[in-house]
């Protein structure tokens, strides 16, 4: 295969063939220009005058390439901007050349003219010098290293959107090795249609008819680029769905590790399809309250735990205290860590938020000026058959862990709270509802920034329902559905974390800070995207089974009470909701009842904390304000 890898090695070794090519070049431009002004029949004396001059501008132009870094600019990636520079560095060589001519160094100035052609000329030389290597590598080269059962092998690909991100999307399809032959472009725009030509390539619209465009392109593969909304990707996935496409995602530019156009096509996953726009996060106000400070988190191991030690580590604390009481746990983030260089202090430490001598310990030991308390049990269904677990761990623990943080003067104190707190008809609800109340309490008696902050489910936590529906997908099925109409909010690990020191950065000691979740979706469009993504069909590969609603469950999250309706946006994915005060003699009553029945029967720790939230809920919610949930005397009916 050709090859002019010489041209594009670093400036140490390509110099060496990138010099003489150049003045070769230039060398042909100047007699040119003398054959162009003579009509090709120039006199031995003009023939005299090009040798005799052609040092003296080769020096000029060398100069000028020098200083406007024309040999710096690597040739196979030529763009606009290295024109331009071209255009500048021959238009600057003329006056000096023209400079040149008032010394009088030789018999004969050299002609305007000739200066004049020879710059046009240079221009044009230099320009299409950098476009047949562009075009060897962007063209030639991958056709000539594609064997012919290759090319034939391609499969009729569209590319969405007609932005330049789509065309870099299409010059990487079409020089990287892959199974993609582009045969258009796609947008939504009624105007666009097959006499439109973006790089070379016709552009369609999808409302002139999806499957028929399709079927008569004999489209295989949409490529959709990873920046579009997850509503946009839900609605092109059904196109897809409806007509035998399969859809693949381009990671975005920040995406791409290494190689200007270094294509990695992956399938589009359930994450693309809930994605939102990206949260304007204010990483001075974060780096403020974290960069420096030892930081603390509970929950360590955990996926919201975790993702937080993860994303406050590039942030820079001094110290990152993990706090986790699952050893496997411990162990893994431990070893995932070890593979991360960084600078900042951490340390492992395995123990229970319920136990208040191991806490107070890690307190004495480690002194943190940061917490962040995500330490919870989670499960519903679980919590409800196992209640003193829900009310140990989930209220008992988290009043340990901040009655520590507000005794050691711990500056900011955040805690993840969940939307199944809010009228909960849960165990497990019920039991962050109760911490919540605890921590606004101790909040309004405390020099320590006491904060909240609620969200709903979060994509592929541990338990949750996408790897539930993952799993029972490689298993041949059926997926499990509790009712047709279940809708939740969802909400990546990553943003959720985002949002979470956002909210640490922007709350005051009380705040209850929800974050905003987008729309709900409802649980059987996600297993029927699910499916699809699995390239199963619905429900001809594998079926949806209703299973009834579970105990504790609610058709739909709410993240507000409604007394908190009128909550204040603080940041663009940010509401505060400001509650009543909490009175400390009967919170302090209710934490006390609550330690009593820890050991009790599972029925009459449930009544207890049920007994005690509904006083809670009954202060939050209007009277004669209905649920759609279990009612909570009929959670163990069964």
């Given at each position: ?537 619905f429900p001809e590969d594998i079926d949806i089974v209703f299973t009834g609603m579970r105990p504790g469950e609610k058709l739909y999250e709410e993240l507000f009470y409604s007394a908190e309706q009128g909550a204040v946006k603080v940041h663009d994915k940010i509401f505060c909701a400001r509650r009543e005060p909490i009175s400390w003699d009967e919170i302090v009553h209710d934490m006390n009842v609550l330690k009593s029945v820890i050991y009790s029967p599972a029925p009459e720790a449930r009544n207890v904390l049920t007994g005690i939230v509904d006083r809670f809920v009954a202060e939050e919610v209007p009277q004669g304000h209905e649920t759609d949930a ?9």
């Amino acid at each position: 295969m050709p090859t002019i890898d010489f041209l594009v090695r670093p400036m140490k070794h390509r110099l060496v063939a990138v010099l003489p090519l150049y003045f070769a070049l230039y060398c042909i431009c100047y007699y040119c220009a003398f054959l162009l002004r003579f009509d090709f029949e120039p006199s031995a004396g003009r023939i005299a005058q090009f040798w005799n001059t052609l040092p003296f501008v080769l020096l000029i132009k060398a100069m000028v390439c020098g200083m406007t870094g024309e040999w710096r600019r690597t040739l196979r990636y030529a763009t606009l901007a290295d024109m331009l520079w071209i255009i500048a560095g021959a238009s600057l060589a003329v006056p000096c050349v023209y400079g040149l001519n008032s010394l009088e160094l030789f018999e004969r100035q050299i002609p305007q003219s000739v200066i004049i052609i020879d710059t046009m000329l240079t221009i044009l030389a230099s320009g299409l010098l950098r476009t047949m290597i562009r075009y060897y590598e962007e063209i030639l080269r991958p056709w000539w290293s594609i064997s012919g059962n290759e090319r034939r092998g391609r499969e009729a690909t569209l590319i969405y959107g007609i932005d330049s991100t789509a065309i870099n999307l299409y010059r990487a399809v079409k020089t990287a090795k892959n199974n993609f032959r582009t045969v258009g472009f796609v947008t939504d725009e009624s105007r666009r249609h097959r006499k439109t030509l973006l790089a070379g390539v016709p552009v369609f619209s999808i409302r002139l008819g999806w499957k028929r465009l399709c079927k008569k392109l004999r489209v295989s593969h949409l490529l959709i680029p990873s920046t579009l909304s997850g509503k946009r990707i839900r609605q092109l996935l059904q196109y897809c769905s409806d007509s035998n496409v399969k859809a693949h995602v381009i990671p975005a530019v920040d995406e791409i590790v290494s190689g200007r156009y270094k294509l990695t096509i992956r399938d589009v996953n359930i994450a693309d399809l809930l994605r939102r726009e990206p949260a304007d996060l204010d990483r001075v106000a974060i780096q403020g309250y974290v960069t420096g400070r030892r930081v603390l988190v509970t929950g360590a191991a955990g996926s919201i735990g975790s993702e937080l030690c993860r994303q406050i580590l590039d942030l820079n604390p001094a110290e990152l205290i993990f706090v986790d009481q699952s050893e496997f746990g411990m162990f893994s983030i431990e070893q995932e860590l070890k593979e991360i260089d960084t600078s900042v202090r951490t340390h492992f430490v395995l123990a229970d938020v319920v136990d208040e001598n191991s806490m107070r310990r890690v307190m004495v030991k480690f002194r943190p000026e940061l917490v962040f308390h995500a330490a919870a049990y989670k499960h519903v269904p679980l919590m409800e058959d196992h209640p003193q677990e829900a009310i140990r761990n989930n209220i008992l623990g988290t009043k340990t862990v901040v009655d520590l943080a507000d005794e050691f003067r711990v500056q900011r104190f955040v805690m993840i709270s969940t939307d199944k707190a809010v009228r909960p008809t849960s165990i497990m609800g019920s039991s962050k509802l109760v911490a919540e109340k605890y921590l606004q309490a101790v909040s309004e008696r405390s020099s320590t920034q006491f904060i909240t902050v609620r969200f709903g489910n979060v994509l592929n936590s541990a338990g949750s329902v996408v790897p539930t529906f993952r799993r029972q997908i490689e298993a041949g099925g059926p997926i499990t559905v509790t009712h047709p109409d279940m809708v939740r909010f969802f909400m990546t690990i990553p943003e959720a974390v985002q949002l979470v020191l956002q909210a640490g950065a922007i709350g005051t000691s009380g705040d209850v800070l929800i974050l905003d979740m987008g729309e709900p979706v409802k649980i059987v469009d996600l297993a029927k995207d699910m499916i699809f993504l699995s390239g199963l069909k619905f429900p001809e590969d594998i079926d949806i089974v209703f299973t009834g609603m579970r105990p504790g469950e609610k058709l739909y999250e709410e993240l507000f009470y409604s007394a908190e309706q009128g909550a204040v946006k603080v940041h663009d994915k940010i509401f505060c909701a400001r509650r009543e005060p909490i009175s400390w003699d009967e919170i302090v009553h209710d934490m006390n009842v609550l330690k009593s029945v820890i050991y009790s029967p599972a029925p009459e720790a449930r009544n207890v904390l049920t007994g005690i939230v509904d006083r809670f809920v009954a202060e939050e919610v209007p009277q004669g304000h209905e649920t759609d949930a279990i009612p909570s005397t009929q959670r163990h009916a069964a």
